[in-house]
């Protein structure tokens, strides 16, 4: 097995672990609104589906993906950097060279400030989702019945958590890989690392294989369609919040760190830590609506045991 499939078999596992998650998560939606249809009707039903912030099933699920994938992508990313450039310097770098955990809590950080947006877009999603249906059922006429039939033939949930997943799992990775980085002795740069195959849209074929200093922001184009809309998306690692949906949904990059050397080709060690970059989002107690399941759901699973 090569090393991109051990890759891909690691993050694909935590990505079908939490695609039920999500399932169950969107099926909350369609089960609660076709439940205020019966029973209130559809303007009743329309404006209990608007006036949702947060679906509270979200975050568990959100909060378990980070630990597992953004914790697997920092230690993948060390020990890629260790085993392709530390063996020929460890007499020098000190073969008692252990991993420093200062990742872990980076990642549960990044975790902390952006977990309420993210989880925001979901549910903005998935809520979307349903008034598609019922906006094609007005203009086609459907009764309330119908409606309820094409909401559950057309599996929704499980359409969106798999988009969910994978889109989740590759930003918490990505996060991982950058803090994974933090802690090895030597200066990188970081290299935008696209999926080889036709499904690679247009905007990261062109960023494949750009290398940037570690805080730096990839310039990846914004497409609509096949053709580039002359925006920019300034983004971090593949999966950030930042960029815009059609550079972040169903994403399969991943960044890949690769040591600076100097004019002797020599590592560069070191002399201080590098900055944390981390998009400051709301807090739960600034989100006004968040159930308080939700904020003690965040609470009691933000920390994690090695």
Request: aromatic residues 6%; positive net charge.
């Amino acid at each position: 097995m090569t090393s991109q499939q051990r890759y891909d078999k690691i993050f694909i596992g935590i990505e079908e672990l939490y695609l039920k998650k999500f399932r169950i998560a969107h099926q909350f939606m369609v089960d609660a609104f076709i439940s205020d249809l019966k029973q209130y009707g559809l303007q009743r039903a329309q404006s209990n589906l608007t006036v949702l912030l947060i679906n509270d099933k979200i975050i568990p699920a959100l909060t378990g993906i980070y630990k597992r994938a953004g914790l697997e992508g920092a230690r993948w990313t060390l020990n890629e950097l260790r085993a392709k450039h530390m063996r020929p310097v460890m007499k020098k770098a000190g073969a008692g060279f252990g991993r420093n955990e200062e990742w872990i809590r980076q990642v549960l950080k990044y975790l902390e400030f952006n977990i309420l947006d993210l989880a925001q877009r979901i549910t903005d999603t998935m809520r979307e989702d349903i008034l598609r249906i019922i906006s094609e059922g007005i203009d086609q006429g459907w009764g309330i019945e119908k409606m309820v039939a094409q909401m559950r033939s057309a599996d929704l949930p499980l359409r969106r958590a798999r988009t969910i997943a994978r889109t989740e799992v590759v930003r918490a990775a990505n996060v991982g890989h950058a803090e994974g980085a933090k802690t090895f002795p030597f200066e990188v740069n970081k290299r935008w690392s696209a999926a080889s195959d036709h499904r690679t849209r247009h905007s990261h074929r062109k960023i494949n294989n750009i290398m940037i200093d570690e805080v730096d922001r990839f310039k990846v184009p914004v497409y609509k369609g096949d053709k580039p809309n002359g925006q920019v998306d300034n983004m971090l690692h593949p999966g950030d919040p930042d960029g815009s949906a059609a550079n972040v949904i169903n994403c399969r990059c991943r960044i890949i760190h690769e040591p600076k050397r100097d004019g002797k080709g020599q590592l560069i060690r070191r002399t201080t830590s590098p900055a944390t970059v981390i998009p400051m989002r709301q807090t739960p107690n600034q989100i006004p609506g968040i159930g308080i399941a939700a904020r003690k759901t965040l609470t009691d699973n933000i920390t994690v045991d090695v």
